[in-house]
């Protein structure tokens, strides 16, 4: 079944070049191109596609209205923000992200048109592939389980999962750091977490979330100023203190090392991309593994792709215990499914139970 795209936005050639990268995927359907924000209620009420592209900074209606303007005519359609580089870009993402978008890409400056078709093409498939895979999903819940059945398999995907010869090695096994890796869906996980996590848990907390420079900076703001925990970009070579929270910057990977006076320092790095990615979840994992052995609670996210699976791998060899979100809370079931699938999980937890679980791990307590 071919996921079928409205693309929104008012330059014209950005919409062609956008509407011909989706033509090039698989499975994918252009049903249409509105110009205006004012137009989209109309468009998708008239074509029902399951998704919307759509540029968040334009003339009259921006995205955040355009996507208050769906919500308040009932229309349920998944919406892939497209931005730019900016501030105010960034800003008006994380709004529409918190405000249910499914993901966002930001538009390429490449040198060549056939760079930015390219660029865009290669942002647009993952995206794509993890729409059509929740569409498949929901089909499959509606056409083939009975009500009562639906209830009972919506329950048990919110049941908290523990290994059984974790609880007892739980206890002590108390943390020093907490490590998380998220990509996808990402900022409104992190929103919730950080949101009920108690600020004095005595330690620090080490983030990297797939996003690129400035949305990071702008991501740490707005989780610091609804949280108990501040929340910042880490710095080179900075001491990482506790009580306190450090994302990687966007486009920078970040790995946690041991000085000589026995701190612990955060160094950034534009070391090549791994997993496509940089910052890599894997590489922050890589170095606190290396370095500090038993010592870490090892979260993995909301996210697409497999980044964090091998650097939770190493973690939990070493003796650290790992936490994965479950897949009825995810955005995208990637990154934890990966983990999960490796077998270095030890307990599986829906999103509203994660921070209660961090707290307590990190005070000896399992439960």
């Known amino acids: ?36 924000g004012a137009m989209v209620v109309a468009k998708v009420r008239e074509l029902h596609p399951d998704l919307v592209t759509l540029d968040i900074e334009m003339p009259g209606m921006n ?4 996507m208050d303007a769906l919500r308040q005519a009932g229309l349920d359609v998944k919406v892939l923000v497209i931005s730019c580089l900016t501030l105010s870009g960034g ?22 048109a056939e760079a930015n078709f390219r660029c865009i093409r290669e942002e ?7 729409v059509a895979h929740r569409l498949e999903v929901q089909n499959i819940l509606r056409a083939g389980v009975a009500p009562a059945k639906r209830v009972e398999s919506a ?30 869906g990402g900022p409104n996980a992190l929103a919730e977490i950080f949101g009920a996590l ?32 501040p929340v910042r970009e ?27 006076n026995g701190t612990r320092l955060l160094q950034l790095s534009d070391d ?13 994992f890589r170095s606190v593994a290396n370095h500090f052995p038993a010592k870490a609670l090892g979260v993995i996210l909301t996210g697409r792709g497999e980044d964090g699976a091998a650097g939770l791998r190493l973690l939990k060899r070493g003796g650290s215990t790992v936490i994965a979100q479950d897949e009825a809370s995810c955005v995208v079931y990637g990154m934890p499914k990966a983990a999960i699938e490796a077998g270095v999980v030890d307990i599986v937890l829906p999103l509203s139970a994660m921070a209660e679980r961090i707290a307590n791990l990190v005070r000896g307590r399992p439960a």
Not at 21 to 28: E, G, K, N, T, W
Request: aromatic fraction near 4%; glycine fraction near 6%.
């Open 234 to 260: 880490g710095k080179h070579n900075e001491e990482i203190l506790p009580n306190t929270a450090y994302i990687a910057p966007g486009g920078q990977h970040m790995r946690l090392i041991p000085a000589m």
């Open 63 to 66: 995205g955040i209205q355009v």
């Open 91 to 112: 800003k008006l993402t994380l709004q529409a992200l918190q405000n249910g978008a499914f993901d966002f890409i930001t538009k390429p400056a490449e040198s060549s």
């Open 124 to 130: 647009l498939a993952p995206r794509i592939r993890a």
């Open 198 to 229: 108690p600020g004095d848990m005595g330690i620090p907390i080490l983030i990297v979330q797939h996003m690129p420079p400035i949305f990071t900076q702008l991501l740490a703001a707005n989780l610091s100023a609804h949280s108990a925990v």
């Open 1 to 36: 079944m071919a996921v079928k795209v409205l693309v929104v936005g008012d330059s014209v050639l950005y919409r062609r070049v956008l509407t011909e990268a989706l033509r090039s995927l698989p499975d994918v359907e252009v049903v249409g191109g509105v110009a205006n």
């Open 155 to 184: 329950a048990k995907a919110t049941t908290e999962i523990v290994k059984p010869a974790v609880l007892s090695a739980l206890i002590r096994r108390k943390p020093e750091l907490v490590v998380i890796g998220v990509s996808t």
């Open 272 to 284: 090549p991309p791994e997993n496509c990615c940089r910052p890599s979840v894997d590489y922050l």
